[in-house]
């Protein structure tokens, strides 16, 4: 660069997120970022029918604390052990900004949720990332690779993969890492189980959740965090005042009551992507074990790229991430049966 | 601390921002934040009744690309040159993160907004606070003061005292300040003037707006900046991808387009203003020339905390300010004209 620049160099040289494309359309099967097919809660509707314009003259509640009070019932855990976020990635931020200073190093796995290495960046931080096994499993080394570092970040079940990591090996880093375990469970209610109990268990554990996927509430920015009061009380001073504003406080609060609603649509997806995987299969295409809304498709001929670009031509936009592993395979989010039926049918031709 | 904390050392110091209370009930006149007493326009309650929930599923538009291009209609200038925030609150923490290391300088003047330096404290910056003159004016060596400095936040008006600074020393600063100048005009639609040109005329200068006080939106989360491409871009790159959620993009552009209801309301709050001032004159209580939707009021006492309580036993929500300078004042938001009446009614009994 040349020219003077009033950013900080980190800033200089990152490059930003690129987010999933959103595109509308009637005639595109948009299955790219792991949207919920369905709608959120019908209770949803109904409190925003009931809701008055006038109460946003005003500011929202700091400390979301009618939502924490309801999510600590969830996990049977305090309302004070709850920090809610602008989205989970609200949380992540909050979390890099906590524990990493300018210099410092986080971890994470890889290939993982390219956002961490991101908010290292925009920290002035490095982000060492943990090449997975050949299985996408964690590495025997983990701890070793992860030492000097202040937050290790590992999405549980892993995007892009969807696969899980076993909980003894989870246990094991939580126990001897001496910094943040930071345990992104955005995915969490796709699968078997998840970690929300370690938080009681260790000092340094942080599980988060968001209501963009299972809850179909991507549009409306809601995640949150369980940790000690502690870790809560610190991230406290570095949440913005107002990070969640009204109807987003209201409409998570009606979609986190109606846990049956949420549920049985956890069930359609899964039921849905059964029948794509075993479809799949007779294609002769091979995909990771999914335990997430979302599948890690791998076509016959090993190239992501160009399953990709031949579903994009035939107006199905799914997701590719180059990168010498994940080039191999297309990220599938699951839409409806009639999506997932369309995607087979188009594949059929590839 | 003798516990081990996991805590970055300036979060351990510090203390987070107090934001100010928002509490409900009939009987109390708030007048504490700086809300606007009027709902925000009937358009936005239209656009709520038409919005179906659906919509929710996805991921809101991450550059809020259709809100940008009515801001930059607003302004006249490019749609490339505007960024939206999660209320401009999330604007100030994207202009730290981008402009001010680990170890580096911002500057602000005090008395002001009390976020400026605890965004720095955040960073494991430190702010610089510039002493004003006992008049709340702008002192004539501000540029040596803040000269080593990366970036400096001045709010024009500036709260919590409400008075503006003369555009010639403003413009001085931008011309020979060598970091980013950040004119924050949360209050300058109430104002006799503003700086939005300067964004054209200098390279480091970015405004900043929101849509809290005058549009009546504190509830939706909805602020920007302008500044040229090149900052803007900058802090795209720190931008949370999908910091704004899909009804306060639909919300604000109801109230960005209505722009007669909220200039209606200005008014409206100006003439409630002149009378709670010619009140207060008469009960001998001074204040600040006011160019804002607040006031900040001296008791004949000179005794603000005494003036805060004495309102808050009267059911009278107001803001008081410790600090040897402001703790002489209170600073009272222009309510409906009964709410002011009201006020004026107590403050007689003072």
Do not use: W
Not at 326 to 343: L, P
């Amino acid at each position: 660069m040349s020219e003077k620049s009033y950013f900080r160099k980190n800033i200089d040289k990152m490059s930003g997120y690129v987010p999933g494309k959103q595109i509308a359309g009637k005639n595109i099967i948009k299955i790219n970022t792991n949207e919920n097919p369905y709608p959120p809660s019908p209770n949803v509707a109904k409190a925003l029918k009931l809701f008055d314009i006038e109460q946003l003259r005003q500011y929202p509640n700091p400390r979301c604390c009618e939502l924490c009070n309801i999510i600590g019932d969830l996990h049977n855990i305090s309302e004070n052990c709850v920090i809610a976020g602008n989205g989970s990635d609200d949380i992540l931020t909050m979390a890099l900004r906590s524990f990493v200073g300018e210099g410092e190093i986080a971890s994470c796995v890889t290939p993982t949720y390219s956002l961490y290495s991101i908010l290292a960046d925009i920290q002035g931080a490095t982000c060492a990332e943990i090449e997975l096994n050949s299985d996408f499993s964690l590495p025997d080394n983990i701890l070793a690779q992860i030492a000097n570092s202040k937050l290790f970040l590992l999405p549980r079940p892993n995007a892009p993969t969807g696969t899980s990591f076993e909980m003894n090996k989870i246990k094991n880093i939580c126990e001897k890492f001496k910094g943040i375990v930071l345990i992104d469970e955005a995915y969490a209610d796709f699968a078997n189980d998840n970690c929300m109990s370690l938080v009681k268990e260790f000092d340094n554990v942080i599980v988060t959740r968001t209501l963009s996927k299972s809850y179909s509430l991507a549009g409306s920015r809601f995640g949150y965090a369980v940790a000690n009061e502690n870790l809560i009380n610190g991230m406290l001073k570095v949440k913005d005042s107002y990070n969640v504003n009204t109807l987003t406080q209201i409409i998570a609060k009606e979609a986190l009551l109606d846990q049956n609603y949420f549920k049985n649509n956890v069930l359609k997806i899964k039921e849905t992507k059964a029948y794509f995987l075993s479809e799949l299969d007779k294609l002769n295409f091979s995909f990771l074990p999914s335990l997430t809304n979302f599948v890690f498709v791998k076509p016959p001929d090993e190239n992501g790229e160009k399953m990709f670009n031949f579903l994009l031509e035939n107006n199905i936009l799914t997701r590719f991430f180059s990168g010498n592993r994940t080039n191999k395979f297309v990220r599938v989010s699951i839409g409806t049966m009639n999506d997932m039926k369309n995607t087979i049918n188009i594949l059929k031709k590839y």
